[in-house]
Antibody, heavy 122, light 107 residues
Framework: QVQLQQSGAELAKPGSSVKISCKAS????????ISWIKQTTGQGLEYIGY????????NYNEKFKGKATLTVDKSSSTAFMQLSSLTPDDSAVYYC???????????????WGQGVMVTVSS | DIQMTQSPASLSASLGETVTIECLAS??????LAWYQQKPGKSPQLLIY???SLHTGVPSRFSGSGSGTQYSLKINSLQPEDFASYYC?????????FGAGTKLELK
């Protein structure tokens, strides 16, 4: 069965960086892009961007350019997202999700990781 | 940027009832719309894509309809496991915007 297993919760200080992982299993990793989505109580669900798991190519929501960096390790079927220059506004749950192409750069998300809570506090 | 407006924000219903949740797009999204269910502390789960296609394993009491800018999710004969939050999402634009959600509670 398709599974996306994410790394554990992070507590980080303002100005620092965190790197969270998303390990896929149960399907051919390079056949689907992986997207990342941020969830907060205030802003709801926000799309961060995707990574082409075959080529490593990326596409970002303009809002998250410079904040998020997406990478992939095909050998371990794992996608990563690094969040840099953290501020309290980056405190959220971050999900990875397998992506189905809906239209050009538009996607649906058919399987999700369990989420990683990132807390930014001094 | 395409905005997605869901209504109502919250809804109380009883077991066995039928409920409908609405989603209004700020422009025509040509049926490129998904619905997700999220339970507390869990990740969202895809229910419906392309406005009316049921995702694998989703019970048939869930259905989606609509066109243009107006879409709806209907849940027939509510079961205990259906009380959750529901989100619409447009897959037309590269921003893949989500609605703010509808919380379905047991009356």
């Amino acid at each position: 069965q398709v599974q996306l297993q994410q790394s554990g919760a992070e507590l980080a200080k303002p100005g620092s960086s965190v790197k969270i992982s998303c390990k896929a299993s149960g399907y051919t990793f390079t056949s689907y892009y992986i997207s990342w989505i941020k969830q907060t109580t205030g802003q709801g669900l926000e799309y961060i961007g995707y990574i082409n798991t075959g080529s490593g190519g990326t596409n970002y929501n303009e809002k998250f350019k410079g904040k998020a960096t997406l990478t992939v390790d095909k050998s371990s079927s794992t996608a990563f997202m690094q969040l840099s220059s953290l501020t309290p506004d980056d405190s959220a749950v971050y999900y990875c999700a397998r992506s189905l192409m809906a239209y050009y750069d538009g996607y649906y998300f058919d399987y999700w990781g369990q989420g990683v809570m990132v807390t930014v506090s001094s | 940027d395409i905005q997605m407006t869901q209504s109502p924000a919250s809804l109380s219903a009883s077991l066995g009832e039928t409920v409908t949740i609405e989603c209004l797009a700020s422009e025509d999204i040509y049926d490129i719309l998904a619905w997700y269910q999220q339970k507390p502390g869990k990740s969202p789960q895809l229910l419906i894509y392309d406005a009316s296609s049921l995702h694998t394993g989703v019970p048939s009491r869930f259905s989606g309809s609509g066109s243009g800018t107006q879409y709806s999710l209907k849940i027939n004969s509510l079961q205990p496991e259906d009380f959750a939050s529901y989100y619409c999402q447009n897959g037309l634009s590269a921003l893949n915007t989500f609605g703010a959600g509808t919380k379905l509670e047991l009356k």
